[in-house]
């Protein structure tokens, strides 16, 4: 039996996840039933690459749900009780060998604080104890004692931006072969005492790169061997990075994983992240496009969807203005501004107020009078690396500019992680000078290889490029709130 329930929680954000979004799947594959998960070996995610390795193998398989939602606020509790009770009773009438869950390791629903930890619990209280269940993870699941207790084996990602997920799918799948010829599996694993920041986990650079190059030569053929950077968000005490592996020879994982933990705790220094105030990098982002034959990206780091920002801060519009630069930003979650542009019709302006975060000093709403260039009905397919084959629909979405800023507006919250979701909003990022992208890390899969350089900015937003800068209340005590950072008392 195979399905899938993700969900990444900030639990700072103020947009709840409901049913809703996982139905549309906001920038993840829509949520879809039985024969239809099929259709996901089409996309670049743990079920697709899971299913591809499996049809070697001559099991029955029970394709159940797979759903997720861009990272928000709690998920509700109509919204996890729906979805996990299709799974359970699927469970209850499958009475399957084995199970499959394509997981993502940080939900919280208003509810359960650990909402991957209460699932499998009632999962294995319905197969019992001899049922194999494997999960994959997230690179930022926050890893709990339920989850590890529960499953007989979990499969991080080893890469930011998510380019593997179908391969990690596929080292499930061979898990949970060795499960089911009767090998047993050893566990080991431990927390890292040390929130790592969002942007630190890229895998392109810095320590992100090393560490997770590391795992395969680590771990050898017979140990799996994971490390979850965690999300940096989720405020209860089991949020941060973990470290985990399973093998048939238990000393051989705990030397393995001993390894794995010295070397990302001996650099704890290296974690640490930078970015650069919004004008400070607006004006870097000129120099090095004057001349330059391809464009300059700023991430606009504060505000990214995929870590449950809103997408609806201006701080970064706000400069680009005043710096009366040629440039592009995308994508504004604005329903309201790209109805009052499919009202007015293309070519023609609209005065309107612009995104605006509540709450947030320099995230007011921007008012102007914008020429409408271009209307689209927001649906796209992604060509990159992250998630290629994913079909996103936006809803009704507009390209506003105003002087020489290009915005592209959506109805839909989806993080910009593909230059198709530009060309669908009819700009052309090999002919824009500087690309603002409301995203952290994941945009670079498919656009630093075309990019002059690539720059991270902190415009005013509510997801802290630092998260020592969040109101933590549950962590433990000890846990340091960024590396080298302040510990919770
Ligand atoms: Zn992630």
């Known amino acids: 039996m195979v399905a899938g329930f ?53 099991c029955d398989i029970v394709p159940v749900i797979w759903a997720a939602a861009c990272p928000s606020g709690r998920v509700t509790r109509d919204a996890y009780e729906r979805i996990t009770g299709e799974i359970l009773d699927a469970a209850r009438a499958a009475r399957p060998d084995a199970i499959y869950l394509d997981l993502h390791g940080a939900m919280a629903a208003e509810h359960h604080d650990d909402g991957e930890g209460e699932l499998l619990t009632r999962l294995r209280a319905i197969v019992g104890s001899e049922v194999p269940i494997v999960v994959t993870l997230d690179l930022h699941a926050n890893v709990t004692e339920r989850m590890m207790s529960t499953v007989d084996a979990a499969v991080g990602l080893r890469t930011y931006p998510h380019v593997d997920m179908a391969e990690t799918g596929g080292r499930a799948a061979a898990l949970l072969l060795r499960l089911c010829s ?17 942007n630190s986990g890229c ?10 190059r590391s795992l395969g030569p680590l771990g050898g053929d017979s140990t799996c061997l994971s490390f979850a950077a965690g999300f940096p968000a989720t405020d209860f005490p089991e949020c941060g990075p973990a470290v985990w592996g399973y093998g048939d020879d238990a000393d ?7 390894t794995l933990y010295e070397d990302i705790v001996r650099r704890e220094a290296d974690w640490q992240v930078s970015s650069l105030p919004p004008a400070v990098a607006i ?52 329903p309201t501004a790209a109805a009052a542009a499919h009202g007015a019709g293309a070519g023609r302006t609209v005065s309107i107020t612009l995104g605006g ?59 910009l992680v593909d230059r ?59 846990m340091r709130t960024s590396p080298l950072g302040p510990a919770m008392p």
């Open 6 to 58: 993700q969900h990444e929680t900030n639990t700072f954000a103020a947009t709840p996840a409901a049913y809703d979004s996982f139905v549309n799947g906001e920038g993840f594959p829509a949520l879809r039933r039985g024969e239809a998960l099929y259709e996901l070996e089409k996309v670049n995610i743990a079920m697709g690459g899971f299913l591809i390795a499996m049809r070697a193998h001559d």
């Open 182 to 198: 009767g090998e047993r599996l050893h566990q080991q694993w431990r927390r890292i005492p040390f929130l790592i920041p969002v």
């Open 203 to 212: 895998t392109e650079m810095g320590p992100a790169r090393d560490v997770y």
């Open 252 to 258: 051989a994982v705990r030397s393995a994983l001993d």
């Open 283 to 334: 004006a870097a982002a000129s120099r090095m496009a004057d001349g330059a034959t391809r464009p300059v990206v700023i991430a606009d780091t504060q505000d990214n969807p995929g870590a449950g920002g809103d997408a609806r801060t201006t701080g970064m519009l706000r400069a680009l203005v005043d710096a009366r630069v040629s440039a592009a930003l995308a994508a504004m979650w604005d």
């Open 357 to 415: 975060h509540p709450g947030i000093l320099g995230a007011e709403p921007f008012e102007g009078t914008f020429v409408v260039e271009h209307l689209s009905d927001g649906r796209c397919r992604f060509e990159g690396p992250m998630m290629r084959g994913t079909e996103v629909d936006s809803g009704p979405s507009a390209c506003l500019r105003i002087g020489e800023v290009r915005i592209g507006v959506t109805s839909r919250k989806v993080q």
């Open 420 to 478: 198709s979701q530009l060309r669908m909003l009819g700009i052309h990022p090999e002919r824009e000078q500087i690309i603002v992208v409301k995203s952290s890390v994941h945009f670079r899969a498919d656009f630093a290889p075309g990019a002059e350089a690539v720059l991270v900015a902190a415009a005013p937003g509510p997801i802290p490029a630092n998260p020592a800068d969040l109101p933590w209340r549950r962590l433990p005590p000890g």
